[in-house]
């Protein structure tokens, strides 16, 4: 356990670090584009070089997924949310010691999603991490089942991050992962404090409810195509 507890922390340490440095560092040079591939490479690299030790959640609303949907302990799940929030707060952090040093001393933050919602309200951006998360979740309780082809789990997980950031980068910053959030918020001031319930409660809710219609074998494959190469279960 304390292996599976130890890769969660790196993975999302990358996920974060490499995700939300892209907006800090390099934001003004790549755009919206680059930010959404910057998440979802980021989610590749973890899936397929920590994915076989802990399954590479690297956030909280897929372990609560998983465990909506019957493919995990809720113990284990808490374990692997301190995890996820160590992670993420640790990447935080070394964002900000980086941006600490640049030459101009109006550089960006530490990329906060819970910043307020801009141009769209709290309503809009409560459904969309909600409906957001639910579609991503859904993708990687799908991916990791029996019947889906193992090797291509982490490159479908990350482009639909990467799809989804494309489409809700202005509405909500599309966080979808409380531990991303949660991490640049504690260094990022009061209004992102103050935003941050939103981006804990909205994809939980989102996540719970892929869960709940996987396990309930709406969203679930009875078996595998017959010319579909079977995969092993996912590792947790």
């Known amino acids: ?3 599976k507890l130890i890769a969660e922390v790196i993975g999302t340490f990358i996920l974060v670090f490499v995700g939300c440095g892209a907006i800090v560092f390099m934001g003004a040079s790549i755009g919206t584009l680059g930010i959404s591939l910057a998440f ?11 994915g076989p030790i802990s399954g590479a959640h690297l ?10 949907a019957g493919r995990m302990e809720a113990g284990e799940a ?6 996820q929030c160590v992670g993420a707060i640790l990447a935080a952090l070394a964002i900000m010691l980086i941006a600490q040093g640049a030459a101009d001393p109006a550089a960006p933050g530490i990329a906060a999603s819970a910043s ?14 909600t409906l957001a998360t639910f ?8 991916a990791t089942q029996a019947a889906s082809p ?16 494309l489409v809700g980068i202005s509405v909500s910053g599309n966080s979808l992962n409380p531990a991303r959030s949660l991490g640049p918020a504690l260094f990022s001031g009061s209004t992102a404090l103050g935003a941050l319930w939103l981006y804990i409660v909205a994809p939980i809710l989102g996540g719970i409810v892929a869960g709940l219609l996987f396990r309930a074998r709406v969203t679930q494959a009875d078996e595998a195509p017959a010319n579909m190469v079977k995969a092993q279960p996912d590792i947790r």
Not at 40 to 50: D, Q
Not at 78 to 83: C, E, K, P, R, S
Not at 150 to 165: E, P, Q, R, V
């Open 150 to 165: 193992g090797a291509m789990a982490g490159l479908a997980i990350g482009l639909t991050l990467t799809a989804l950031h």
């Open 1 to 3: 356990m304390s292996k």
């Open 78 to 83: 808490a374990g692997y949310v301190v995890a």
């Open 59 to 68: 956030n909280p609303a897929v372990s609560i997924g998983m465990v909506a």
């Open 40 to 50: 979802g490479l980021a989610i590749v690299a973890a899936a397929y070089s920590l």
């Open 116 to 129: 307020g919602w801009g141009a769209y309200s709290m309503t809009s951006a409560f459904v969309y991490e």
């Open 135 to 142: 579609l991503f979740v859904t993708v990687i309780l799908g």
